[in-house]
């Protein structure tokens, strides 16, 4: 067998700095990673939106989406939200550990399609991590878009992912943040309800524009919904999927929804397409 | 005989009341022996029921094996009771649930059915190959008569009758609500342990090879548990990665540790439905394990699940005259 | 390609002339029939109805290590390839199967494990005379002699088995015992003919699939999915020991400070099989799964692949503990459509 083509074999990864986000039982922690070798790291190449399977050996690996743009630098992002037995392993990680990447994996964001447009991004908890990248990208690039719309919600302010960053935005031009947060606390001077809520709040012309979403699924289906409520089309939406993945490379067959692998036909989805897919929603 | 006018009739009368949510018996299967559960909730489903030496299957298995779904928002569970047909070893099954609480008495319609013995349908199919129609059979005058394409044929009970009915000793069922059918004579008064004696009567090495080359064919596909009615644990150890207390791994090593774990904890439970062995795919004489630990269950504590529902559990609870010669 | 003729009783010197190949016939292990390699010594008998484990297991084995590795190490030592086999009386469903499959190992990314194996392996059919009850194979495209995936397919002629190479690999295979074999004769070949039409007439269960690649997502709330649902134990029988059954889990084991990454069959039956780490369960009950499962093989398979993921052996309905019957569901699920 060629070692070079085994698409199971990982590359190991230097974690090079760790932080948490958040704190708590589910607590998110984002590892900035240098591959090993200099050969991987030259020839790697991803896109917003697409996903790595990430592990520590003896543990196990786990789906992870890339939370950096390319336009950052020759480094990966991953922010990974403390809830089985791999994300556990990975959360004690520190500077200098070693990790496995495989990937990338699946589809990404088109943003080089959107260009010309306005983007909008509606994110939730740990859902803003695959929406990170669109929020770098665009602003990498930020004369190739009308503008950037960034809406982000969490049950409190401690659960906020991006914070600094989220601040700095403010101060983008053309670049507008909203933040909400689910639960009245004291000294916030944000919005306080769901995202969903929110987001009629900010009410976004659907002319021009795309909108994209990525949080828990029942946010997912509030704001859908009310993204048809601002006359935005099935084709100007956009949500990533998740589920179990084993493999990443469409063989294990577990992360089927309807007919469509999420590893290989996703996980970014138009909701023109998903809306026909009867189990995309469970 | 059995008078199956009768059952259908029960089986209406019990599903229209009120408090009642289905009644599962047995149906005619697809083709030759075989035979499935059928879960009755209308009056017209009753007229497939069926009572026959080929009804193996211990729907005790299905008070625990119901999936409990979230309940829409603004509806109230359904707490109805649940009717069952149960022979001899599945009523077992049903105390035995009743001693752990793993069901409570006002869940359940006990349909109790005196039987005379299931067919084994791989010793039957042994002898007569696959029939291409369903097979009728039933009991008469203490044999076995399949109704065969080509005719009936009689059998004796030794021919055909699982392993586990030839030495039944609960023929008639230990609890019930309505007992359909006659009672019938036990036809074996003592357990003799006769196959757990053959095995222990080897070398340890002997033995140890005999159940390296059964648990080799394990493909751990899990039905020996699944169609158990007293493994309903909703947290299996055997499925929990984390921690991962067996590996996933089909080797000798992992499947001697399913497998043993499996018996183990059936230890002073297992109430000897055989269910377990029968549906193995790959025929592994699982009952042999299951009756070794009845056996030093009944030597060291002089106890058998399954009879008495007012029984405490006795793997809870401690009686100060328990043997404890295997403290070092 | 000439068709060869092979005495029975010339059988166990056609497998060693093989010496240089594996050789796998299926044989009683245990109380079970599979695939095994043969020994020498032993009588090959090729008097059986089909194997209860299919021969996927050769070319996808239950557990693979993918790659050993040691704990806090960065070396990851993949498995070699492994050697040239030969199947021995395969069954001409289990071969198609193994077509059916390689369309999931060989899109898009190779699956190298798999593949590996498969390319190593030639498959020496064996043609179903005496079809057991519930093989449904003409309803989903093959047949008790479909050569489909087969290198070689043999059919029993009472004294002689009749050789027909099907590819250069077939070929190939019967040259290394060319003195075994004898060109076999038209009459040979009609007989074979005729006993293939035979065989086909003796198959009862049948069902017709037209339409349900389309039809089936439809019926997504149906009360089909409760009614087979209802009785289903939720274990792996029907999954793991279909041939075109293909998911698989992966995890990393440790002993001592040996690791190794494997993977081995998985079912979507378990409740694990697409359980989330927070929790949430997309296919929360044994309906969802057992929906999953009928429409993976007759729906989103054919949409991918263009071929059904089934190749009607009657595995799972012999198998099943409680009597769900494929056929009795695939009938249902037509006059739902």
């Known amino acids: 067998m060629n070692e070079k083509v085994n698409p199971y074999k990982p590359y190991m990864a230097t974690v090079q700095e760790a932080w948490y986000e958040t704190t708590g039982d589910r607590c998110i922690k984002t590892l900035k990673v240098l591959f090993d070798d200099e050969e991987v790291r030259e020839n790697w190449s991803h896109l917003p939106g697409q996903c790595t399977m990430i592990g520590v050996l003896g543990v196990g690996e786990s789906m992870i989406s890339i939370s950096c743009s390319p336009t950052e630098g020759k480094f990966l992002r991953f922010s990974v939200m403390r809830m089985g037995k791999v994300t556990q392993a990975i959360h004690q990680l520190e500077p200098g550990d070693k990790l496995t990447v495989r990937g990338p994996y699946g589809n990404n964001f088109p943003v080089e399609e959107w260009k010309g447009k306005r983007i909008v991004t509606i994110g939730g908890g740990i859902g803003q991590a695959p929406l990170r990248p669109i929020i770098e990208y665009v602003k990498a690039n930020r004369s190739d878009y009308e503008g950037l719309t960034v809406i982000y919600g969490a049950r409190t302010s401690a659960d906020l992912c991006f914070k600094n960053e989220l601040k700095d935005l403010r101060n983008c031009d053309g670049v507008s943040c909203h933040l909400s947060i689910d639960i009245e606390e004291e000294g916030w001077p944000h919005y306080v309800g769901f995202v969903p809520s929110l987001l009629m709040e900010v009410n976004p012309s659907p002319e021009n524009t795309i909108a994209v979403t990525c949080g828990p699924p029942i946010m997912i289906k509030f704001v859908l919904q009310n993204l048809k409520k601002l006359n935005f089309a099935d084709e100007q939406i956009y949500t990533t999927l998740e589920n179990r993945m084993k493999c990443g490379i469409g063989k294990c067959g577990r992360c089927n929804v309807g007919n469509l692998y999420v590893c290989k036909d996703g996980p970014v989805f138009s909701y023109a397409t998903l809306k026909n897919v009867p189990e995309a929603f469970a | ?20 949510k289905y009644f599962i018996g047995w149906r005619e299967g697809t083709y030759g022996f075989s035979v499935s559960p059928h879960f009755v909730r209308e009056p017209a489903e009753a007229d497939k029921l069926i009572f026959s030496p080929l009804c193996s299957n211990n729907l005790a298995t299905y008070l625990t094996l119901a999936e409990k779904l979230p309940v829409p928002r603004g509806q109230e569970p359904d707490t109805r009771k649940v009717a069952l047909m149960v022979k001899g070893c599945d009523s077992r099954a049903v105390v035995q649930l009743l001693v752990e609480r793993g069901i409570e008495r006002e869940q359940v319609v006990v349909i109790g059915c005196p039987c005379q013995g299931v067919i084994d349908t791989k010793k039957v199919e042994q002898l007569l190959g696959q029939p291409e129609n369903v097979v009728r059979a039933r009991w008469e005058k203490g044999k076995i008569i399949c109704q065969l394409p080509d005719g009936e044929k009689e059998f004796i009970k030794e021919e055909v009758l699982a392993q586990k009915c030839l030495k039944c000793r609960y023929p008639n069922p230990v609890i019930y609500d309505i007992l359909f059918g006659e009672k019938v004579e036990p036809w074996c008064q003592e357990e003799d342990f006769q196959e757990v004696k053959e095995i222990e009567g080897l070398t340890l090495q002997e033995r140890w090879d005999y159940w390296q080359e059964k648990f080799s064919s394990c493909i751990r596909c899990y039905s020996c548990r699944n169609v158990c009615p007293l493994c309903y644990c ?48 790959v025929n592994i004489p699982l009952m042999k394990l299951n009756k070794k630990l009845s056996k030093a269950v009944k030597e060291m504590f002089d106890f058998e699940p399954g009879l008495d529902p007012e029984a405490k559990p006795l793997q809870a609870s401690y009686r100060p005259d328990d043997k404890e010669d295997f403290i070092l | 390609m000439e068709s060869l003729k092979l005495d029975k009783d010339k059988l166990k010197d056609f497998i060693a002339a093989l010496d240089s190949k594996k050789v796998y016939a299926p044989q009683k292990v245990g109380e079970t029939i599979k695939f095994a390699p043969v020994n020498g010594d032993l009588e090959v008998s090729l008097d059986f109805a089909n194997t209860t484990v299919p021969p996927k297991e050769i070319v996808f084995p239950q557990t693979e290590t993918m790659f050993l590795f040691e704990q806090g190490g960065t070396d990851i030592n993949l498995t070699k390839g492994g050697a040239e086999k030969v199947l021995l009386g395969v069954r001409p469903c289990d071969a198609r199967a193994m077509s059916v499959v390689d369309n999931l190992f060989s899109w898009d990314i190779d699956d190298p494990y798999y593949l590996d194996k498969r390319k190593k392996i030639t498959l020496v059919g064996l043609a179903c005379l005496e079809p057991p009850l519930n093989c449904f194979c003409p309803s989903v495209g093959g047949g008790p002699a479909s050569t489909e995936g087969l290198d070689i397919l043999m059919t029993d002629l009472g004294d002689a088995y009749l050789f027909q190479p099907l590819t250069p690999k077939g070929e190939q295979l019967c040259q290394l015992s060319s003195e075994l074999l004898q060109p076999a004769g038209a009459e040979d070949n009609a007989r074979a003919e005729e006993l293939h039409r035979e065989a086909e ?37 029907c999954t793991y020991l279909c041939p075109t059954c293909h998911c698989f889990d992966i995890q990393d084991e440790m002993e001592g400070l040996d690791g190794r990454r ?4 998985d079912s979507c039956l ?65 006059e739902a459509l």
């Open chain 3, 201 to 237: 007439k003796k198959i009862t269960r049948e069902v017709d699939i037209k339409g349900l690649a389309e039809g089936l997502p439809s019926l997504w709330k149906s009360e089909i999915w409760k009614e087979v649902a209802e009785p289903c134990l939720g274990c792996g029988i």
């Open chain 2, 1 to 20: 005989m059995v008078d199956l006018e009768n059952l259908r009739t029960i089986a209406k009368e019990t599903i229209s009341r009120e408090d009642v």
């Open chain 3, 270 to 334: 378990f409740k694990e099989y697409t359980l989330h780490a927070s929790g949430h369960n997309p296919r929360p009950s044994r309906r969802e799964r057992q929906r999953n499962r009928i429409n993976h093989k007759f729906s989103y398979f054919v949409d991918k692949f263009g071929v059904t993921a089934c190749v009607g052996c009657g595995r799972c309905i012999n198998l099943c503990p409680v009597n769900i019957d494929i056929v009795d569901i695939l009938s249902k699920v037509k």
């Open chain 2, 234 to 281: 909703e947290d299996c150890i055997l499925d929990r990665l984390n921690p991962t207390w067996i590996n996933r791994s089909v080797n000798i090593s992992e499947n001697t540790a399913f497998q043993l774990s499996r018996a183990f904890h059936l230890a002073g439970r297992c109430i000897e439905c055989g269910e377990c062995e029968r549906v193995c795919p």
């Open chain 3, 262 to 265: 494997c993977r081995m069959w």
